[in-house]
């Protein structure tokens, strides 16, 4: 792809770096956490700071190149032709404030960094399950978290944002100097400016306990009714997600769980012990495994599962108004067919308290919807493509009845637009926002539909 001389001179006046089409580093660099999206851009930048991102927007401007902030973890949608990638790893700055319940963060820290810091404090991040995720792509992207029911999404819980605007101004913005623009940022990321740094509330958890039960895999029909019966009881303190596992014989997988399929429901209570809310879900099926007791933060990051190096991967999700007794088996007839094979894992987790009360306005919401499923399929080297596209139109056909009206935005898949996160009313709002505050299209458009 042809640059403009504008770029090719661009290394020499910045501190941080510019990595070009024809420079070796390009291939890795270009590259997102999900490696099976495709995406070739016009450059990769890793600016040293704010006056490195002032440059960049001179640069976008005059060349016609939009920049596109991509942060670790979710996000990538593959659609960067021409578009210049901004990483902002070098923005890493952490102040914890525990008198006032409150982190700032630049918007290159990772979630781990945050959750060691508040080990052993009684306070909690709104963190995702995996530790390698950026706070600020999470946050400004919705985030559903451990602690959505009793805290709500990681975007309702952004309190301010420190934001260079088009124009080079670099100000903080919260709900009272900008409302419009803090409604943005909650869930449509930075259609309103290069983001540097977020301040979060923390979540108290004087004391944090945790459930772990596995069952066979013959017992998910009666374990995910009893955990759909579970949810109209369930205090906003109690957070329980489940996975129904059925792993491949593949030999990239470790041993133990090799060709194995299994269910697992995991508890988190916010409030100490909630033991006695799991009675009906034990009496499900037979527990093959059950631990219980005192958990942190950190506990659950180190045992997440996630992948900590980037990874190839695809999947369906979508957020349910219900989970009726059709619709599970359904879910779990078609999980089981033959040529469902790429679908190795089916999560749901449950939604309501906090969620169905946003403390502040923002675009992102999980208001009214009931379950968020997410079915994985791995992508294998080697591993033919049309099986797992066939998979996920199947999963999709099959929670068509049961869709809320909308998703949040960490959840879309590639190619996905903003549109299947709220209404026509609100994307015309965002669209409005972005107009006023980057007329020239300077930044990325991102997942607002074209």
Do not use: K
């Amino acid at each position: 792809m042809a640059l403009s001389s504008a770029w090719e001179s661009a290394r020499a006046s910045l501190s941080g770096q510019l990595i070009l089409p024809d420079d070796r580093a390009y291939a890795s660099a270009r590259l997102p956490w999900n490696l099976a999206v495709e995406q070739r851009p016009a450059a990769v930048a890793i600016p040293d700071d704010v006056d490195d991102l002032r440059r960049l927007l001179a640069l976008a401007r005059d060349s016609g190149s939009p920049l596109a902030v991509q942060p670790s973890g979710h996000g990538a949608s593959g659609d960067l032709a021409g578009a210049v990638i901004v990483r902002m790893s070098a923005f890493d700055s952490l102040a914890v404030d525990l008198d006032a319940g409150i982190v700032r963060v630049g918007s290159g820290v990772r979630w781990g960094a945050v959750v060691a810091a508040l080990e052993g404090t009684g306070w909690a991040a709104p963190a995702g399950t995996s530790p390698v995720v950026s706070v600020a792509g999470y946050t400004l992207g919705g985030g559903h978290s451990w602690f959505s029911r009793t805290a709500g999404l990681g975007s309702d819980n952004l309190r301010a944002a420190w934001i260079l605007r088009t124009d080079g101004a670099h100000e903080r913005v919260d709900d009272e100097s900008d409302a419009e623009t803090m409604w943005a940022l909650r869930g449509a990321g930075g259609v309103a400016g290069i983001v540097t740094e977020i301040e979060i509330d923390l979540v108290r958890t004087p004391a944090i306990w945790g459930a772990g039960l596995t069952f066979d895999s013959s017992d998910a029909p009666a374990v995910l009714r009893a955990v759909r019966d579970l949810s109209g009881a369930a205090p906003a303190s109690l957070n329980v997600f489940v996975d129904s596992m059925r792993m491949p014989d593949a030999p990239e997988l470790p041993e133990a769980i090799r060709g194995r399929s299994f269910v697992t429901v995991q508890a988190l209570s916010a409030d100490g012990a909630a033991d006695d809310l799991l009675d009906g879900v034990r009496r499900a099926g037979t527990v093959r495994q059950d631990i219980t007791g005192p958990t942190s933060p950190a506990t659950l990051a180190a045992s997440s599962g996630e992948p900590t190096d980037p990874t190839p991967g695809r999947g369906a999700s979508a957020a349910l108004r219900s989970l009726d007794d059709a619709l599970i088996d359904e879910l779990l007839r078609f999980r089981e067919l033959p040529e469902s094979w790429p679908v190795v894992g089916v999560g749901v987790r449950m939604l309501g308290g906090a969620l169905d009360a946003p403390r502040r306005d923002g675009f992102a919401s999980l208001q009214g919807a009931e379950w968020l499923l997410h079915a994985l399929i791995p992508v294998f080297p080697g591993a033919p493509r049309e099986p797992g596209d066939a998979s996920i139109a199947g999963i999709e056909q099959v929670l068509a009845p049961a869709l809320a009206p909308q998703t949040v935005p960490t959840f879309l898949g590639p190619g996905q637009t903003l549109d299947l996160c709220g209404p026509s009313a609100a994307i015309d709002r965002l669209r409005a926002v972005r107009t006023r505050l980057d007329p020239d299209g300077v930044l990325h458009e991102g997942r607002l539909p074209r």
